[in-house]
């Protein structure tokens, strides 16, 4: 247990403001933490850095009852209770430092010898320590997709980080707020304290409203920043892809707004596609072809001769009759009418019309706007999503029909539209997206991303080797969905191996992916489970091993935010953060990043670990890890800063600065004019990729759902859109509050209180006044919420009509059951627990976990 330390005001020897980063959720905030005499006692933003405006979010003004939470791990932990189960108590015992490495070291060395696939890892941390691990596994021997993401793969961006990839050629996007005039939301609250850069987004939003911005929330729940907006329009959960076909027919077909000369010169849109569905190509080199309307002949997408291609009708090419992609898609959407979308969405047809009608006036199509001199396409509307849309069955068709809203209008890449999150650095480090041989975008080959998860060109599909499955999904980001489902039925898919060793830190997959209970049988057939971890959560509690890990003002990290993303999108300028301790950490404990070096270094493959750090993280000479060295962990940050950001600006700049600032040109904050590569309008790889999987998923004979591989987009509906029983009425959906980001959060005292206080509906279950009458469900009740495999949950009722009839909400993933969180356990109702992890519900091109859940709902 940690001792909190007290302040002797009459000696004060140390009273100073030191710069850090923020880490109490999923960003990376610029802070300001006043130490006195060794303690810590008061976060401020820092208010000189532009990431976050001198702006931080309650989140990060209270970390400082996280780092002095009593109940933190101080000392290596030994389970001696051989029994593991969220009921059972480990019956911890400390032992030795020496003791803990022997025991992890003696382990991986064995399981190296036979089989290094037999050790996975998972992390929810991101960047720095992300690269870490992997240059750790891959030294090791085991596979880069046997990391294992849990949370972050299961409800985050599987149909979403592969469009925003193959449109802009980065892992995230995000609408220009600065500039937009009429934007929509679906499924994300973006805006409103959550998700990638909180306050900023927040500021962002409030000066586009001021400034005239029309803002639009499309959602089943009227959240946090719904409530903020011009205008909250609910929606049957799953059924944003219906929507937007609906808006894209309304524009292409009964409006008749697009921008033709984007679609030519910027997209696949002109490519001329044949009656199997394929490119038509040119004899010669293979290139797909476009019709020149002036010279009446196809030729070479790329030919310099083409004087105007055309995105209409229909031709013949070497007899075989042909139609651009554009027209395709044109005819594929007519079938979804706002009468026929409103039958699955329950918006109403008038209301599906007028939002299209505004969103097209506001587009701006032929307009420009001059930036810093230089004149650009202005197009002031952006359609963006995230979690909500993309936590499906079929997201990725739903996400692309959303993607297709942006791209008609040309509201690519420019100002005022949705915008890839810094695919481009002229300024720094170079990067930039490539192209491949048919025109179209390859994602951008930055620092410290991954190449394995590029969504085009498509990977090559083959039985499974990852525990993940990753092989069986050619087009996704990440298939992490799949490691539960693999431990629970192994003879399905026959790796040929088991994990028989998991590392596990800063995560907890056991309570933050599907059915706590249910996840625990599964993840506990490891033979061997090693957490570093801050508290004592549900996967550390079936943990064979506890490290304790560092709090994030104990911890040193060169990059915890990485160049390419977690950074503002437009004008505002690249901010590389830095993380430094604050205070000394207890005797021993080190982050676990750290802790991976040693057993490195132990275990005998540290070379081979910085050689892959070299090659993963491309370090540059003369900045490059000797393998035949030993360097302290400071001197790899330093090295790592120097290598990225110049010779000087390694540790002892950003520890007195906490940051480094570059403006970015024009080129770089909007970069669609000046990039080769076309945005895909037309997805013609899937149709192959497709076929792969269909003859591999046969030859092993698994029954394996191949009917999203369509290049064009279309609407099916989840698996709980047909209810095991009449009973199960209601889908429940989750939605993000500003006061708590991921379960951890509400051991957080202020946290919790402030989630009390600010209202009632944040630990409660929001149920409409509608559904509630039918049920005799009164405002206050203690209610059930049961899913269709006999899933509970408990909350009290927040009958109100902020949610769609059609659903019950829940903020948020409460209702902790982790013996060594007595602050958060039991505390509210939580929407994991009603999830389950059959294959059913997970997408099988996008690897997405289909969050529409079926439930009925009772008084306790």
């Known amino acids: 247990m940690q001792k909190i330390p007290q302040i002797n005001n009459s000696k004060t020897q140390d009273d100073t403001w030191i710069p850090t980063t923020c880490w109490m959720c999923y960003n990376s905030c610029s802070i300001l933490v006043h130490r006195v005499n060794g303690v810590i006692i008061k976060v401020e933003a820092d208010p000189n850095n532009p990431q976050n405006d001198s702006r931080i979010c309650p989140k990060g003004g209270s970390a400082i009852m996280n780092y002095y939470n009593p109940l933190r791990v101080t000392k290596p932990l030994r389970r001696t209770n051989p029994k593991k189960g969220l009921d059972q108590d480990p019956k911890w015992e400390e032992i030795s430092w020496d003791e803990a490495y022997k025991i992890i070291v003696d382990k991986l060395v064995e399981i190296r010898k036979r089989d290094p696939r037999r050790v996975v890892l998972s992390t929810f941390d991101i960047h720095w320590p992300t690269t870490c691990m992997f240059a750790f596994a891959t030294a090791y021997g085991t596979l880069p997709s046997n990391i294992y993401f849990g949370p972050a793969a299961y409800w985050c961006g599987n149909g979403f980080h592969p469009i925003t990839m193959m449109v802009h050629g980065t892992f995230w996007a995000d609408s220009d707020r600065d500039q937009c005039k009429y934007l929509i939301q679906l499924g994300t609250g973006t805006g409103g304290i959550v998700n990638h850069l909180p306050p900023k987004h927040a500021l962002k939003t409030a000066d586009a409203k001021m400034r005239g911005m029309k803002f639009v929330v499309v959602d089943p729940t009227?959240?946090?920043?719904?409530?903020?907006?011009?205008?909250?329009?609910?929606?049957?959960?799953?059924?944003?892809?219906?929507?937007?076909?609906?808006?894209?027919?309304?524009?292409?077909?009964?409006?008749?707004?697009?921008?033709?000369?984007?679609?030519?010169?910027?997209?696949?849109?002109?490519?001329?596609?044949?009656?199997?569905?394929?490119?038509?190509?040119?004899?010669?080199?293979?290139?797909?072809?476009?019709?020149?309307?002036?010279?009446?002949?196809?030729?070479?997408?790329?030919?310099?001769?083409?004087?105007?291609?055309?995105?209409?009708?229909?031709?013949?090419?070497?007899?075989?009759?042909?139609?651009?992609?554009?027209?395709?898609?044109?005819?594929?959407?007519?079938?979804?009418?706002?009468?026929?979308?409103?039958?699955?969405?329950?918006?109403?047809?008038e209301t599906i019309r007028r939002i299209t009608k505004e969103f097209a006036e506001a587009s701006n199509i032929g307009g420009t706007i001059t930036i810093q001199g230089v004149e650009l396409p202005y197009r002031p509307v952006a359609v963006d999503w995230s979690k909500g849309t993309s936590g499906h069955a079929h997201a990725y068709l739903s996400c692309w029909s959303i993607a297709l809203l942006n791209i008609v209008v040309g509201a690519i890449g420019v100002p005022g539209s949705w915008l890839g999150q810094n695919p481009v650095n002229l300024t720094g480090p170079k990067w930039g997206p490539e192209t491949s041989r048919d025109g179209l975008l390859i994602p951008s080959k930055h620092p410290l991303a991954r190449s394995t998860n590029d969504p085009y060109p498509s990977r090559i599909v083959t039985r499974p080797q990852s525990f993940t499955c990753f092989e069986l999904f050619p087009v996704a980001p990440y298939s992490d969905t799949m490691f539960i489902p693999n431990l629970m039925n192994p003879e399905l898919f026959n790796v040929g191996y088991m994990p028989e060793f998991w590392i596990v830190a800063r995560a907890n997959p056991v309570f933050n992916t599907v059915n706590a209970n249910e996840a625990c049988e599964a993840l506990k057939k490891i033979p061997f489970i090693l957490s570093i971890a801050f508290e004592l959560n549900e996967t550390a509690q079936i943990a064979d091993i506890v490290l304790p890990d560092a709090h994030s003002f104990e911890r040193l990290e060169p990059f915890p935010n990485e160049p390419y993303s977690w950074q503002n999108s437009g004008m505002d300028p690249?901010?590389?953060?830095?993380?430094?301790?604050?205070?000394?950490?207890?005797?021993?404990?080190?982050?676990?990043?750290?802790?991976?070096?040693?057993?490195?270094?132990?275990?005998?493959?540290?070379?081979?670990?910085?050689?892959?750090?070299?090659?993963?993280?491309?370090?540059?000479?003369?900045?490059?890890?000797?393998?035949?060295?030993?360097?302290?962990?400071?001197?790899?940050?330093?090295?790592?800063?120097?290598?990225?950001?110049?010779?000087?600006?390694?540790?002892?700049?950003?520890?007195?600065?906490?940051?480094?600032?570059?403006?970015?040109?024009?080129?770089?904050?909007?970069?669609?004019?000046?990039?080769?590569?076309?945005?895909?309008?037309?997805?013609?790889?899937?149709?192959?990729?497709?076929?792969?999987?269909?003859?591999?998923?046969?030859?092993?004979?698994?029954?394996?759902?191949?009917?999203?591989?369509?290049?064009?987009?279309?609407?099916?509906?989840?698996?709980?859109?047909?209810?095991?029983?009449?009973?199960?009425?209601?889908?429940?959906?989750?939605?993000?509050?500003?006061?708590?980001?991921?379960?951890?959060?509400?051991?957080?005292?202020?946290?919790?209180?402030?989630?009390?206080?600010?209202?009632?509906?944040?630990?409660?279950?929001?149920?409409?006044?509608?559904?509630?009458?039918?049920?005799?469900?009164?405002?206050?009740?203690?209610?059930?919420?049961?899913?269709?495999?006999?899933?509970?949950?408990?909350?009290?009722?927040?009958?109100?009509?902020?949610?769609?009839?059609?659903?019950?909400?829940?903020?948020?993933?409460?209702?902790?059951?982790?013996?060594?969180?007595?602050?958060?356990?039991?505390?509210?109702?939580?929407?994991?627990?009603?999830?389950?992890?059959?294959?059913?519900?997970?997408?099988?091109?996008?690897?997405?976990?289909?969050?529409?859940?079926?439930?009925?709902?009772?008084?306790?």
């Open 222 to 349: 009227c959240t946090n920043v719904a409530s903020k907006a011009d205008e909250w329009v609910p929606i049957r959960p799953g059924t944003d892809g219906a929507f937007a076909l609906a808006m894209l027919n309304v524009l292409l077909n009964e409006l008749g707004v697009y921008d033709a000369p984007y679609l030519k010169q910027h997209t696949n849109a002109p490519y001329l596609v044949g009656q199997d569905g394929h490119y038509i190509r040119d004899m010669e080199s293979g290139k797909p072809c476009v019709w020149d309307a002036v010279d009446s002949k196809s030729k070479c997408f790329d030919d310099v001769s083409v004087k105007d291609c055309t995105i209409l009708g229909e031709y013949t090419v070497n007899g075989a009759k042909c139609i651009p992609a554009f027209q395709l898609l044109k005819n594929s959407v007519k079938k979804w009418t706002p009468e026929a979308a409103s039958r699955v969405t329950t918006i109403p047809t």
């Open 574 to 860: 690249w901010v590389y953060l830095f993380r430094q301790p604050i205070v000394n950490s207890p005797p021993g404990v080190k982050s676990w990043t750290e802790y991976l070096f040693d057993i490195a270094e132990k275990a005998g493959f540290l070379p081979d670990m910085y050689a892959m750090l070299n090659i993963i993280f491309d370090m540059n000479p003369p900045y490059v890890l000797d393998p035949h060295k030993k360097y302290t962990y400071a001197e790899i940050c330093d090295i790592a800063l120097k290598s990225k950001i110049g010779p000087d600006h390694g540790l002892d700049y950003m520890k007195k600065h906490g940051y480094y600032v570059m403006q970015k040109k024009v080129q770089e904050a909007y970069p669609r004019p000046f990039l080769k590569g076309r945005a895909p309008v037309y997805l013609e790889h899937l149709i192959q990729a497709g076929e792969d999987v269909k003859k591999t998923t046969k030859e092993m004979s698994l029954k394996w759902d191949t009917s999203d591989y369509i290049p064009l987009p279309d609407w099916h509906p989840c698996p709980g859109y047909n209810p095991k029983s009449p009973e199960y009425d209601l889908f429940a959906t989750c939605h993000k509050i500003p006061q708590h980001t991921f379960g951890f959060s509400l051991n957080n005292p202020w946290l919790k209180e402030l989630g009390s206080t600010v209202g009632p509906w944040n630990y409660g279950i929001k149920i409409h006044t509608s559904a509630a009458a039918k049920k005799g469900i009164e405002n206050g009740d203690e209610i059930w919420l049961e899913s269709e495999w006999g899933y509970k949950t408990r909350g009290r009722a927040v009958v109100t009509e902020a949610v769609h009839p059609e659903t019950v909400s829940i903020s948020g993933q409460f209702g902790k059951l982790a013996l060594g969180e007595p602050v958060a356990r039991g505390v509210g109702p939580s929407w994991n627990a009603l999830a389950t992890n059959q294959l059913e519900y997970i997408d099988k091109l996008s690897s997405a976990h289909d969050m529409c859940i079926r439930v009925k709902v009772y008084k306790t």
